[in-house]
């Protein structure tokens, strides 16, 4: 009996196991069955949806009368559009530019061992709290030529001042960048510091020894080690600078004109107040495939060298 | 209910409030479901108005309010419902849109009952053209709006000792007056439905009446880039010497209380500002002035809000949306409307003593205008060409207004490109 029964309990304790072990296999792919099913269907499906839109002649609502690309080649010829693609690769290449080096600055004075850091560092820190709503009503007020800046430093008497920027639709664009840097640089530099502390002494002693002066040491040291901390600063920056749709609305309005649209609110004007949404749809799809553009080469350089380093 | 009725005892426990709805309920009692964004104060209580006199038809109001100005929002919430084959019986649509919406097929008829009350008596030929799709009636008018007024400060010109200017080139000489005593001429607010609403008020009264229908409403390449269109685009760039710098994003109403603090002396506005001078407790006539803009007494561009009609799923709500159609043009519900909103009747046949004078005048100028075909559509408010198109007019007409380095001769070829590129 016994020896009986011992082959099969041991012929059947693998197969227990391997049906635990299934099913301990499965459970993750099982509970994350349903976000990956939503994901793939609201972001990857409404991607496709868009542009099958974008080929389509819908105006107020969708409608699938295939037109090829005919809203592409309309794009391609609207002023517009191009004032608004234009915009973004300035406004996009300043921010993002202006915070790095700027959120860098900032963190290598406060990485000197100062007094008082922690609250210089939450002055700094804060604007990343508020909306970009409220930090684009603000900056309009302050940069309002006939109630802001402008005005105050003409109440001191110096008559000539000018600084018309955000009616100025040459600059206006700028004023963008302004509102931007200010409250997104305290927050890079954060990521910077974070950075910088969790550099090991022994590395800049070392350089130390060998004599480096200290502005070489942040070249060639410090900084290469922070190239993880400027890869995910460049990220978030990036997406902030191209999905920037509150900002405009809030302190511009898109004006002067529409000086100052961004693809973001070309999109939306065109989709859902000027009935054209095979348009909107199309400048969608340039908008996706811009930053594909952009962040697949990035991605990829990035991801690869660090796997070889 | 009714099916209630047959048992007794049911009919004792519910009392009175059955039999009271009963007595007063018509053949067929429905539900409407009325999607609206008259949501602020005044509107939301005029609002109210209409719902009160279709329940004492016996139907059910539904209020399908989405706030947001300008209707954005609610565009959006209706164009959702209308997909999933859902829409409500009636909703607030105005101008070329009730064609766009006809033509996708999804607006019942309201013949019988524009038959009925003879609407086509009513209703100026320019308006009922509007209201119908394919020779059908599918939507009604609730209001009156007229967008060529000027509004003005008495105090404020008082000051620089100059009168009320009765054409744009008026405007031009009383500005330097106004200035030297520290008033800003032209309160204005520059976002891009603002500045179309200055230019086709200057197109009108540069052009008048016949131009402006070819150029705004028809779409006549000619039309658009011609030496007139040409010339009132310069006066229109001229108009930007009477405004101030800080106007760069400004909202309508900031501009208007400008006008009511003294700091600017006139806005070009349709007849909604009255409100603001009203809630500032100014009367008409004596703490403030409107008259039709400088060039324009001869014309009216009119902005109508209307409710469009869905079709009805049953009889019963059929029934319950002709009474809704035939309550919004009955004198009870325009007169409450309007007092409210500070527009007019869309009707021309009421007794108009109970509004102010901004409204009678108004009133007598729609009338005259209607006609002696003065009277046409507010392309900058969406009553005379489709959003796609009024969308590419702004652009230009922005463009050129805020750049400095535009010519006119560019802006008038771009405006007769936008009439014809679209799909």
Known sequence: MSTSLSPARAARAPVKRSALGALTDWIPRLVLAPSVAVSLFFVYGFMIWTFVLSLTNSRMLPSYDFVGFA??????????????????????????????????????????????????RTIYLYPMALSFIVTGVVWKWLLNPSLGLQAMVRGWGFEGFTFDWLVNPDMAVYT????????????????????????????????????????????????????????????????????????????????????????????????????????????????????LAILIPYLYSELRSRRHG | MRSLLRFPLKKTLLGFAVTGAVAS???????????????????????????????????????????????ETAMTVLK???????PPSAAQIKGPEIQEWGELGLLGNLDDVAQAEDWDSLLPEVVANIMRHDGHYVAVPVNVHRVNWLWANPQALNKAGVEVPTSIDDMFEIADDLR????????????????????????????????????????????????????????????????????????????????????????????????????AGLTPGEDYICVPAPGTESAFTFNIDSLAMFKARDEEAQAAQDDLARLVLEPTFQEAFNLAKGSIPARSDLDMSAFDSCAQRSMADFKATSENG????????????????????????????NDPDMSPEAAAERLANAGSSLL
């Open chain 1, 71 to 120: 809203q592409y080649a309309q794009l391609m010829a609207n002023d517009r559009w191009w004032v608004a693609a234009t915009n973004l690769v300035v406004f996009g290449g300043l921010f993002v530019g202006i915070c790095l080096v700027l959120g860098a600055g900032l963190a290598i004075l406060l990485d000197q061992r100062i007094r008082q850091e922690g609250s210089l």
């Open chain 1, 176 to 291: 963008l960048v302004i509102a931007a840097v200010w409250q997104a640089s305290g927050f890079v530099m954060a990521l910077f510091l974070a950075g910088l502390r969790g550099i090991d002494d022994s590395i800049i002693k070392a350089a130390q020894l060998d004599g480096a002066s200290l502005p070489r040491i942040y070249a060639r040291v410090v900084m290469p080690c922070l190239r993880p901390v400027v890869f995910s600063a460049v990220m978030i920056l990036s997406h902030i600078a191209i999905k920037s749709f509150d900002l405009v609305v809030a302190l511009t309005g898109g004006g002067p004109g529409y000086a100052s649209d961004l693809p973001a609110t070309f999109m939306y004007t065109h989709a859902f107040t000027r009935a054209q949404i095979g348009l909107g749809s199309a400048s969608a799809m340039l908008m996706l495939g811009g930053v």
């Open chain 2, 25 to 71: 309920a018509p053949v067929q009692a429905g539900e409407v479901e009325v999607l609206h964004w008259w949501t602020s104060g005044g509107e939301a209580r005029a609002a109210n108005v209409l719902k009160e006199l279709m329940e004492a038809e016996g139907h059910t109001w539904k209020d399908f309010a989405v706030a947001g100005g300008g209707g």
């Open chain 2, 80 to 86: 959702s419902r209308a997909m999933s084959g859902n």
């Open chain 2, 180 to 279: 030297e005593v520290g008033v800003i001429p032209l309160a204005h607010g520059g976002q891009p439905w603002q500045d179309a609403t200055v230019f086709e008020t200057v197109v009108l009264a540069e052009a008048g009446p016949d131009f402006y229908r070819r150029a705004l409403v028809e779409l006549d390449p000619e039309a658009l880039n011609s030496e007139t269109m040409i010339d009132a685009l310069t006066t229109f760039k001229r108009m930007r010497t009477l405004m101030d710098d800080g106007m760069s994003g400004r909202d309508w109403n900031i501009a208007t209380s400008m006008v009511i603090g003294g700091q600017a002396a006139m806005q070009l506005m349709g007849d909604w500002a009255k409100g603001e001078f009203t809630a």
């Open chain 2, 374 to 401: 003065g009277l046409v559509p507010s392309m900058a408010h969406g009553m005379a060409v489709r959003a796609s198109v009024q969308g590419a007019i702004f652009d230009v007409v922005t463009n050129f207004f």
